[in-house]
């Protein structure tokens, strides 16, 4: 099994123990078993370290009306906006800072009622069609079983 496979196959199951694998694992050039062990545990660290900024939204008590992430859903900023990935199924989602905004703003625990309300406070609406396009975009993220109530 190669090194990419091993990640994917670890991100998929959400078994990320490599004990038990030695006999699968085929070294990429230059690197012994250990040192191979020593890289896909500093990844899933990484990986680990990246995402603990989901936790609040996680280990919070969920209100009814608020939204969240699905599970299986990650969030991560990027310099052009973010991405949302659905780790099931491997599809990326690109996100405009507009988009980043709406997504930070359901993590935060926004319901419908309050996102469009706390966009408004952070952003100008020039043409009055910030509402609607929130809405459009947060029905969106319902349909594609990327956002739950």
Known sequence: MRYESLIRRAWRTGDFRVRGLADDLVPEAGLSREELRR?????MED???????DAPGCLCAHREGSMKLAPFVKFREE????????????KVYTL??????????????????????????????????????????????????????
């Open 79 to 90: 310099k052009f906006g973010a991405v949302l990935f659905e780790t099931r199924s491997e």
């Open 47 to 53: 990986i680990i370290a990246r995402e603990a900024g």
């Open 96 to 149: 405009s800072p507009t988009g980043a905004a709406v997504v930070r703003a359901i993590i935060s625990g926004a319901d419908a009622r309050t996102l469009v309300a706390r966009l408004q406070e952070n952003y100008e609406d020039k043409t009055g069609k910030m509402a609607d396009e929130a809405l459009a975009f947060l029905a969106h993220l319902k349909d594609q079983g990327l956002v739950t109530e």
């Open 39 to 43: 890289k896909v545990r500093r990844e």
